[in-house]
């Protein structure tokens, strides 16, 4: 199994919150993530700090979510994949 670069843990890390109907409490996005809590935290604060993704109160409590700048950056991602394995690289 190969080591997650930071680009993939990122898009897995926003994959998830959307993927959950853009709402997700932040523990199962810890375990979903893949990640200890420390890195998590790590990842975490740079995509809040950047705009990838807020923190909204709702009834069930707290919850995370992503923002168009997130949504713009799973699409680019999944056209630089594209690209890659269109030309084999």
Same mark, same amino acid.
């Given at each position: 199994?190969?080591?997650?670069?930071?680009?993939?843990?990122?898009?897995?890390?926003?994959?998830?919150?959307?993927?959950?109907?853009?709402?997700?409490?932040?523990?199962?996005?810890?375990?979903?993530?893949?990640?200890?809590?420390?890195?998590?935290?790590?990842?975490?604060?740079?995509?809040?700090?950047? *705009?990838?993704? &807020?923190?909204? !109160? %709702? @009834? $069930? *409590?707290?919850? &995370?979510?992503? !923002? %168009? @700048? $997130?949504?713009?950056?799973?699409?680019?991602?999944?056209?630089?994949?594209?690209?890659?394995?269109?030309?084999?690289?």
């Amino acid at each position: 199994m190969t080591k997650r670069s930071k680009l993939e843990i990122v898009r897995d890390i926003l994959k998830t919150i959307q993927t959950n109907k853009n709402s997700i409490k932040v523990t199962p996005l810890i375990r979903k993530s893949n990640l200890s809590s420390a890195r998590f935290s790590e990842y975490f604060n740079e995509l809040l700090a950047k *705009g990838f993704i &807020i923190e909204r !109160t %709702e @009834k $069930a *409590g707290k919850v &995370i979510a992503v !923002t %168009e @700048k $997130a949504f713009r950056y799973l699409e680019k991602y999944q056209s630089i994949v594209g690209f890659i394995e269109e030309f084999d690289l």
